[in-house]
């Protein structure tokens, strides 16, 4: 592919026809059409699988010949925002994300604030008139880099920050100040010259030439490599890349960024189901690595925001007919869509969704059953924990559905363990991040102390058919994870606790359990297949 036609992401652009999709990659695809149907997405590109194909086969291009394979679309970048890549007055900021064929929420990386640098940092406060955004974003880039691009152990990063929160008597990153987080950026830089042996990049080409080859070879990852045979995805031409211009949720008080669902991925409910965080960015929703509130509605500060989103949430499932998760960020109260994509949902949702679907009038009864071909629905059964003498120790946000029981793994290595034994398996974590794949698959249930119920590695669990539990305040897991605390309680490897992922409730040991089938959604079903057998001459 030549560089003028890279495809552009901009709004009131053409749909893309159905066979772009494995050349563009599902996030890119879907991009592409909420961009053409109007709905507020960041400008960008899209580098699709055959630069892959011809990257990942040989060397790292160099500087100049990226120049050259980029400079048509980020000019039409530039002239869309009306900012410039590396220009020290209105820089251009980007986000670099993967795209592949078949969506693997949190299996291939990504890298934001590409294009901050000593010399644009300035530019960036003046743009925003906001130094701590300025400062927040240029510590964010300068970690994830060093993680993501040089696989260097972060801990060094983190310890600094412990060191910047104490001084400042704050209790989250949150809440330093400008002037705090200017010395812990300052220090990130340090620190990273320290682990990599050379000075954190000031070149934009060179941070963004370098973010574009870490998200191509995050494809051949062990977990990523791990998602795909769970999933048994076979010949899909690697990765997409999409570079837009970044969106930022660390703005303030009036800014924030979230993952929904346009239904409940536990349930199958048809209600708005969300995640989000103030003054935050969408790897802090994401990633698992900060505790993350459910809510009905975006915070009344950001009621205009809300309403749209709303609205939103009814034209994705038109648009695509079937229930979505979509990730959004609101800056300054205005608010984007950074992508969308079939929603991961529980085996019991599944049923649901196909049903209601056909029922709304948006796919037909066909698609409903073709939809859930492949699903034992006669053993789907919604268990709940017998209400009456069994107390729970601790409760976490539900992220899933049903009840889970079986013994303490604190390791994926000890899950595999106890699962090798035919033991029924909790993987409890401070947080499960999408590298645990392996020990979530060996679960029957997860618990962990932070995170949230759309995070990455929640979703991929709700998918599995695992009970889930997250950000719960009453867990504790030691540093040598060799035993935990739930609710002021000590467990060890092994000890039994059973997890009920409609309420977040853990409870000590074994609970009873009752077990109620889809009664309604089973009728119907039979009703249609009755229906269509019969309409067959």
């Not at 899909?236 to 979230?258: C, E």
């Not at 990455?456 to 669990?461: C, K």
């Not at 977040?504 to 009752?514: F, I, L, P, R």
Request: a negative charge; proline letters at 6%; aromatic letters at 6%.
């Amino acid at each position: 592919m030549q560089p003028d036609e890279i495809p552009m992401i901009e709004s009131g652009g053409p749909v893309p026809p159905n066979d772009a999709l494995p050349a563009l990659g599902n996030k890119a695809f879907n991009l592409l059409t909420l961009a053409a149907l109007g709905l507020p997405v960041p400008p960008g590109f899209v580098l699709p699988t055959s630069i892959y194909a011809t990257w990942i086969a040989g060397e790292l291009p160099s500087l100049g010949e990226f120049h050259a394979l980029v400079s048509a679309p980020l000019d039409r970048l530039q002239r869309a925002t009306n900012l410039g890549f590396g220009d020290q007055k209105r820089p251009l900021l980007v986000a670099v994300r993967s795209s592949a064929a078949v969506s693997m929420p949190g299996m291939l990386d990504t890298i934001l604030n590409i294009g901050l640098t000593r010399a644009t940092l300035p530019g960036v406060m003046a743009l925003t008139g906001n130094p701590r955004l300025a400062w927040d974003s240029y510590m964010r880039l300068i970690v994830s880099y060093a993680e993501i691009v040089y696989r260097l152990d972060t801990s060094p990063f983190d310890e600094a920050r412990i060191r910047v929160m104490a001084a400042a008597d704050a209790t989250t990153r949150e809440e330093l100040d400008t002037l705090s987080l200017r010395t812990l950026t300052l220090q990130c830089l340090d620190i990273f010259e320290e682990l990599a042996r050379k000075a954190f990049p000031d070149d934009p080409f060179d941070q963004l030439l370098h973010a574009v080859d870490a998200v191509f070879r995050s494809w051949n990852a062990e977990r990523a490599k791990s998602y795909r045979r769970i999933n048994n995805l076979k010949d899909i031409p690697g990765t997409a890349v999409t570079v837009q211009r970044m969106v930022h949720g660390n703005a303030g008080p009036k800014s924030g960024a979230g993952v929904g669902f346009t239904r409940d991925p536990a349930t199958g409910e048809r209600r708005l189901y969300l995640d989000f965080a103030l003054d935050a960015q969408g790897e802090d929703v994401v990633s698992g690595r900060r505790r993350v509130v459910p809510v009905v509605q975006l915070p009344h500060a950001l009621l205009e925001a809300n309403q749209l989103l709303q609205h939103i949430a009814v034209q994705l499932e038109q648009a695509f007919r079937d229930a979505q998760d979509f990730e959004f960020v609101v800056q300054e109260g205005e608010l984007f869509l950074l992508q969308t994509r079939q929603a991961k949902r529980s085996p019991l949702s599944r049923l649901k969704i196909a049903v209601d679907l056909a029922r709304e009038g948006l796919i037909t009864r066909e698609e409903a059953l073709r939809r859930i071909e492949g699903l034992d629905v006669l053993s789907l059964t919604h268990r709940r924990v017998v209400s009456g003498p069994h107390q729970p120790i601790a409760r976490g946000v539900p992220a899933g559905i049903g009840v889970a029981r079986g013994s303490i793994a604190l390791s994926v290595h000890d899950a595999h363990t106890q699962h090798a034994n035919d033991q029924d398996v909790i993987l409890v974590r401070d947080r499960v991040a999408t590298e645990d794949i392996e020990g979530i698959m060996c679960a029957s249930g997860i618990l962990t102390a932070r995170g949230g119920r759309t995070s990455h590695a929640a979703v991929v669990a709700r998918e599995l058919g695992k009970v889930a539990v997250v950000a719960c305040g009453d867990l504790e897991v030691s540093r040598d994870e060799q035993s935990c605390l739930i609710g002021g309680h000590r467990f060890r490897n092994g000890d039994p606790i059973t997890l009920d992922g409609e309420t977040g409730c853990v409870y000590a040991g074994d609970v009873e359990v009752t077990e109620t089938p889809p009664v309604e959604e089973l009728a119907i079903l039979e009703s249609w297949r009755h229906g269509l057998h019969n309409a067959i001459p």
